[in-house]
């Protein structure tokens, strides 16, 4: 019986953003048409929505294009919010001929390549419309012109005005004004500056904008979607009838993201209401206007893995959607003392207070840490807590799924740096191998303060101690000639680290403690005692490995203890 209701289950909308498809497969919705009342009733020319990525824009882009297109399915909306405000239904819907483009497939390593696929955009756009050669409206010079727009030789300048030429031809057709939306507007941008044609790129973008949202008399309404708001003086120059609503936006706040009970709702629907405190803590916390809103993309996804297993445990989802690279940089930059505090403030779930710009350009986001500061509140790395006080802003890391990002580029960043460091942490092996405590509590202290460290007061005692055991890992990495492994099952339970050197008479067992309590000697004496109760050296002495030390290093934020076991009689 339970297995035929989960059969009725709607499916899960993962990687779906066609709006007409996820209404008609029998999708689950959590229904966003309200904004296209609220975009009616607060009437802008051209309006560009920023949001970071994998928050519904290409999904309520689609749902905007259905709803006002000339022809569709409009039973699409049956039973939605919208379909309750028969006015507007009657006023506006599939009354208006659609452009819809998204520009988010625009990336290539070069200039030539990203053009032709901007082409490609252009070219499919235009193919929809493949009547208009037949339209008795337009003479044989529109036709013409509306052939050019099928090319796949068209040069510049007919790219560039492209989409209001195209606008033009259908009011002609249609008589009436046309809706044009844009989705990711940005990303060629994004992807020309990682690749070093940018001012190429902006020219081109500046151009196709420009004259269909300017100089277009046929334009009736443009949606712009993107993750970042690119300067007027960039791109929009003289665009006065441009409405920009960003995260810091009141108005239409709830649109993009799920909220709060929309989740809880989903999993109730799914039979998954007691896994709601897992995923709010994983992927809950940002803050768009006046509400707190959940990344989507990875609520489904969480979800569809509690359907394979009842006991699946949260996961990172977002981190492989993109190359993270706001947050590499930020921590590549964080070299100044003050700059690495803050860091480790926001990794122990603290708030930082910045100045924000929300308008920049590609070619300044890295130019300034500051400018990084606003990259990564704009990106969805930060978000923002209480209220803004001018352009000042009180920053937190929203999610423990954003924390793990920070914290594995952090790892990442650290190892990629080990090598620069050779000599102490050489001295420091050294030191480990021939029992001298000193220096291994005095060099491990000196590179722990100038390492960023990790830690969060609301996180268990043993995920505290991760970092410690990644950063000796780390350290140890450098004897590369060195047995190094981690949490080996060893007699009757799992060492922590065992090193075996090349000298091959010799095992290191280290056990890594927190001191939550800044106890450093009481824990450096329970990870001995540890050792000891599970006597992880029997595998050792079973191998023939007589010269056996055991460590214990206990962590105090930037403060360690080190003690050695004394040996046994029959380990000497």
């Not at 309006?47 to 006002?68: A, C, D």
């Not at 706040?253 to 999993?267: H, I, Q």
């Not at 890992?473 to 000639?481: E, N, P, S």
Request: hydrophobic residues 35%.
């Amino acid at each position: 019986m339970w297995k035929e209701i989960e059969m009725r289950k709607k499916k899960l909308p993962i990687g779906i953003e066609n709006f007409e498809q996820l209404r008609k497969e029998d999708f689950y919705y959590i229904d966003k048409t309200g904004f296209i009342a609220d975009l009616l009733h607060n009437w802008g020319a051209v309006n560009l929505f920023t949001r970071p990525r994998r928050f519904g824009k290409t999904l309520n882009m689609s749902m905007l294009e259905h709803f006002f297109g000339v022809d569709g399915d409009k039973s699409i909306f049956d039973g939605l919010e919208i379909s309750k405000k028969t006015e507007l239904i009657e006023e506006y819907m599939g009354k208006y001929p659609v452009i819809s483009v998204s520009l988010k497939g625009i990336d290539a390593r070069s200039y030539e390549l990203a053009y032709q696929m901007a082409v490609q955009v252009i070219i499919e756009a235009a193919a929809k419309f493949y009547f208009l050669l037949d339209s008795e409206k337009l003479n044989e010079h529109d036709k013409t012109a509306y052939k050019d727009l099928l090319d796949k030789d068209m040069n510049e300048g007919t790219l560039g005005s492209s989409l209001r030429k195209l606008s033009g031809m259908l009011e002609k057709h249609y008589g009436i004004k046309v809706i044009v939306l844009i989705d990711e507007y940005d990303v060629p941008l994004a992807k020309a500056h990682a690749n070093g044609y940018y001012d190429q790129m902006i020219s081109l973008i500046r151009s196709l904008l420009g004259e269909v949202l300017k100089t277009n008399n046929s334009l009736k309404l443009a949606v712009l979607t993107g993750c970042l708001r690119i300067s007027k003086e960039s791109i929009f120059t003289g665009l006065n009838n441009l409405k920009v609503r960003s995260v810091t936006d009141v108005r239409f706040d709830k649109y993009f993201g799920f909220t709060d009970a929309e989740v809880r709702s989903l999993l109730e629907y799914y039979g998954y209401p007691d896994c709601y405190d897992a995923a709010k803590k994983w992927y809950d916390g940002y803050h768009f206007g006046n509400v707190d809103v959940y990344c989507p993309w990875d609520v489904l996804n969480y979800c569809d893995s509690l359907l394979d297993d009842k006991d699946a445990q949260p996961e990172n989802y977002w981190i492989n959607t993109s190359s993270n690279d706001a947050v590499k940089r930020f921590i590549e930059e964080s070299a100044d003392a003050a700059t690495k505090r803050e860091l480790e403030c926001l990794v122990a779930g603290e708030a930082i207070t910045k100045e924000i710009h929300q308008e920049l350009t590609y070619a300044e986001i890295y130019q300034t840490i500051d400018n990084i500061w606003s990259l990564l509140f704009t990106t969805g790395y930060l978000t923002q807590r209480g209220r803004a006080e001018g352009r000042q802003m009180k920053l937190v890391i929203p999610n423990l799924e954003i924390r793990d990002i920070f914290v594995t580029q952090i790892m990442e960043f650290f190892k990629e740096n080990v090598k620069k460091d050779g000599d102490m942490l050489n001295r420091f092996c050294d030191a480990l191998q021939n029992e001298d405590v000193e220096n291994v509590e005095k060099i491990f202290t000196e590179y722990l303060r100038k390492t960023i460290s990790i830690r969060d007061t609301a996180v268990r005692t043993e995920m505290k101690e991760n970092f410690y055991h990644g950063v000796l890992l780390g350290i140890l990495g450098v004897k590369t000639r060195w047995g190094i492994s981690s949490n080996r099952e060893m007699g009757e339970g799992y060492a922590d680290i065992l090193a075996e050197p090349d000298t091959g008479d010799m095992g290191i067992i280290i056990e890594v403690k927190y001191a939550h309590d800044g106890d450093l000697e009481g824990a450096c004496k329970e990870a001995l005692k540890q050792i000891e109760y599970t006597k992880y050296e029997d595998d050792l002495e079973d191998d023939g490995v007589e010269n056996i030390l055991k460590y214990g290093i206990a962590c105090y934020k930037k403060r360690c203890r080190v003690m050695l076991a004394e040996k046994q009689k029959g380990n000497l």
